[in-house]
Nanobody, 127 residues
Framework: QVQVVESGGGSVQAGGSLRLSCTAS????????MGWFRQAPGKEREGVAC????????NYGDSVKGRFTISRDNAKNTLYLQMNSLKPEDTAMYYC????????????????????WGQGTQVTVSS
């Protein structure tokens, strides 16, 4: 059984940093692209970032470009999201997901083509 578990969320003041982790079990992530998404109360789910299986290519949502960095350690079967210069509007539940493919498609941010999702970790940024 495949499980994907996020960790590292918490409360931070604006301008601060957090690093989220996502560890998969029952599945080797080596061959698959992976993504981070977030959803705030009353808002639609938003694609945050996607990383290809080889980690050479990454994609970011416009709202986080230059502030967030997605990375992966295939040996540890773990995905990361380094979040810097956090803003109150970054407050949301953050989810990671494994794609069914090795690449992030042009519509990666729509959440299609992902087959395993975690339960999420809450990030709260206060002003």
């Amino acid at each position: 059984q495949v499980q994907v578990v996020e960790s590292g969320g918490g409360s931070v003041q604006a301008g601060g940093s957090l690093r989220l982790s996502c560890t998969a079990s029952g599945l080797s992530i080596t061959e698959y692209a992976m993504g981070w998404f977030r959803q705030a109360p009353g808002k639609e789910r938003e694609g945050v970032a996607c990383i290809w299986s080889g980690a050479l290519n990454t994609n970011y949502g416009d709202s986080v470009k230059g502030r967030f960095t997605i990375s992966r350690d295939n040996a540890k079967n773990t995905l990361y999201l380094q979040m810097n210069s956090l803003k109150p509007e970054d407050t949301a539940m953050y989810y990671c997901a494994t794609r069914s493919y090795s690449y992030c498609s042009v519509n990666w941010f729509q959440g299609l083509g992902y087959n395993h999702w975690g339960q999420g970790t809450q990030v709260t940024v206060s002003s």
